[in-house]
């Protein structure tokens, strides 16, 4: 089925640990999006990329790294996660003013 | 800058009956889109519904309408006969061609439907 896939879905790191969050679409969009979901805040955006070989930094971009490794994957990376980087991270990807699909989301928690 | 607000929390609705979730916008573009997602309790962002911002006509998606009033700036949901299935957070989104079609949401509001 054509949509986002996301990995992983869950993870636990320790402070200071560095990970990378994997996220890849079959939709052939040019845009794909990393979103942070915390209580009470909604979903805000870190980073997005409006089409293959290019990279913005979003609402909240402090802490991450991003690579558009082609059209179809984009990947965000911590390198040194932090505890207020605890969060549900969504991978999306949209075209003009189509909806966004979105994945299924990644839990990270950071002891 | 865009912004959404979604001032209701909480809201809570007996089965069958009707609820209205408020929105209001917020931006400087002439072209925008607005949406509705519904995200239940098992966390996937499911969309609902669509409004253009040229669009004369309300949007409807089954049991969902959209009432849109651009001189407000609001796109309130309406959601009709509600079911129990419909207790989820529910997310308010605009998108503008000058924001390089960036989703922008609400907080979001918390429905739950009493039996």
């Known amino acids: 089925n054509a949509g986002v896939t996301q990995t992983p879905k869950f993870q636990v790191l320790k402070t200071g640990q560095s990970m990378t969050l994997q996220c890849a679409q079959d939709m052939n969009h040019n845009s794909m999006y990393w979103y942070r979901q915390d209580p009470g805040m909604g979903l805000r955006l870190i980073y997005y990329s409006a089409s293959e070989g290019t990279t913005d930094k979003g609402e909240v971009p402090n802490g991450y790294n991003v690579s558009r490794l082609n059209k179809r994957e984009f990947s965000l990376r911590l390198e040194s996660a932090a505890p207020s980087q605890t969060s549900v991270y969504f991978c999306?990807?949209?075209?003009?003013?189509?909806?966004?699909?979105f994945g299924s989301g990644t839990r990270l928690t950071v002891v | 800058a865009q912004k959404i607000t979604q001032t209701q929390p909480g809201m809570f609705v007996q089965e069958k009956e009707a609820v209205t979730l408020d929105c209001t916008y917020d931006?400087?573009?002439?072209?925008?889109?607005l949406f509705w997602y519904k995200q239940p309790s098992s966390g996937e962002m499911i969309f609902l519904i669509y409004q253009g911002s040229y669009d004369e006509q309300n949007a409807t998606e089954g049991r969902y309408s959209l009432n849109f009033q651009k001189a407000r700036k609001s796109a309130n949901l309406v959601i009709s006969a509600s079911q129990l299935g419909d207790s989820a957070m529910y997310f308010c989104a605009m998108r503008g061609a000058g924001s390089n079609y960036k989703l922008t949401f609400g907080k979001g509001t918390l429905l739950t439907v009493n039996p």
């Open positions: 999306a990807t949209g075209q003009g003013f189509v909806g966004y699909t």
């Open positions: 931006t400087s573009d002439q072209s925008y889109g």
